[in-house]
Nanobody, 121 residues
Framework: QVQVVQSGGGLVQAGGSLRLSCTVS????????MGWYRQAPGKQRELVAT???????NYADSVKGRFTISRDNAENTVYLQMNSMKPEDTAEYYC???????????????WGQGTQVTVSS
């Protein structure tokens, strides 16, 4: 069975830092893309950052220059280093990963349980 386990999160003051981690285990095929999404109360879930297996990254405009996504392919782990945090970063953060069956083209998506990040002013 597939497990997606997140850690990190919590309460920080504006200008502070937090580091999130997420490990995916039990998958039948190699993990391709990994990333982080967040959802604030009353708002849509939005993409924060993604990273391919080869290391190509993509960031939401709101976090560019402040957040850094990285991954360890050997451990199927993705990280999100959040610096210079702002109150608007407050949200539930979710880890995401995907894989594909090269034989039949089937795609699989996995989500973490979510972790609360709160930034006080």
């Amino acid at each position: 069975q597939v497990q997606v386990v997140q850690s990190g999160g919590g309460l920080v003051q504006a200008g502070g830092s937090l580091r999130l981690s997420c490990t995916v285990s039990g998958t039948l095929f190699n993990i391709n893309g990994m990333g982080w999404y967040r959802q604030a109360p009353g708002k849509q879930r939005e993409l924060v950052a993604t990273i391919t297996r080869g290391g190509s990254t993509n960031y939401a405009d709101s976090v560019k220059g402040r957040f850094t996504i990285s991954r360890d392919n050997a451990e199927n782990t993705v990280y999100l280093q959040m610096n210079s945090m702002k109150p608007e970063d407050t949200a539930e953060y979710y880890c995401h990963a995907d894989s594909k069956d090269k034989d039949d083209g089937s795609e699989y998506n996995y989500w973490g349980q979510g972790t609360q990040v709160t930034v006080s002013s």
